[in-house]
T-cell receptor, first 117, second 112 residues
């Protein structure tokens, strides 16, 4: 069975601080995909990034960066110089192919990030 | 707008009533997923369609829940005899292939 743990339920920072959201996963699959989604108050899930299990390169996109470490089964997300607009719930998720076509996602419980001005 | 659409966006119903939600996927996406998200939790997988075939149902999908995808186009999720525990956001996602999933805005159900 797959499992995603986001130990931080809520994080509150002041604007311009850096913040790291932790994600730890469990899977027996050798090929799998890891994701981060953002869910603003409007409720829609916004895709941020995907990594596959064979690619441990860290990635940076503007103020966002992701650190994938298979050795510790972690896929952490860092926001540099946080802004008020970053306030949202962030979900880490995991998928692997089931039955040839099904890539259902297993989500963590999410981390509520509040960035105060 | 060519994204995934869901209707209605909000539904308030009384316990015991039946409700039906609709999801229109992105055109030509042959895969469709339903998820349920309760307050303070991450979305949980409910069911998966490839074209019109329902290939997997989660144990979360009790006998009161039924999903269809006639002709492999739009999908409906029906809940019969709603209970307060059914209150949640119901999310639909469509996929052209592999890991890609595009989420709709969700239908928020409140059972009073």
């Amino acid at each position: 069975a797959q499992k995603v743990t986001q130990a931080q339920t809520e994080i509150s920072v002041v604007e311009k601080e850096d913040v790291t959201l932790d994600c730890v996963y469990e899977t027996r699959d050798t090929t799998y995909y890891l994701f981060w989604y953002k869910q603003p108050p409007s409720g829609e899930l916004v895709f941020l990034i995907r990594r596959n299990s064979f690619d441990e390169q860290n990635e940076i996109s503007g103020r966002y960066s992701w650190n994938f470490q298979k050795s510790t089964s972690s896929f952490n997300f860092t926001i540099t110089a946080s802004q008020v607009v970053d306030s949202a719930v962030y979900f880490c998720a995991l998928s692997a192919e089931v039955g040839g076509s099904n890539y259902k996602l297993t989500f963590g419980k999410g981390t509520l990030l509040t960035v105060n001005p | 707008d060519t994204g995934v659409s869901q209707d209605p966006r909000h539904k308030i119903t009384k316990r015991g009533q039946n409700v039906t939600f609709r999801c229109d996927p992105i055109s030509e996406h042959n895969r469709l997923y339903w998820y349920r998200q309760t307050l303070g939790q991450g979305p949980e997988f409910l069911t998966y369609f490839q074209n019109e075939a329902q290939l997997e149902k989660s144990r979360l999908l009790s006998d009161r829940f039924s999903a269809e995808r006639p002709k492999g186009s739009f999908s409906t999720l029906e809940i019969q005899r709603t209970e307060q525990g059914d209150s949640a956001m119901y999310l639909c996602a469509s996929s052209p292939q592999g890991w890609e999933q595009y989420f709709g805005p969700g239908t928020r159900l409140t059972v009073t």
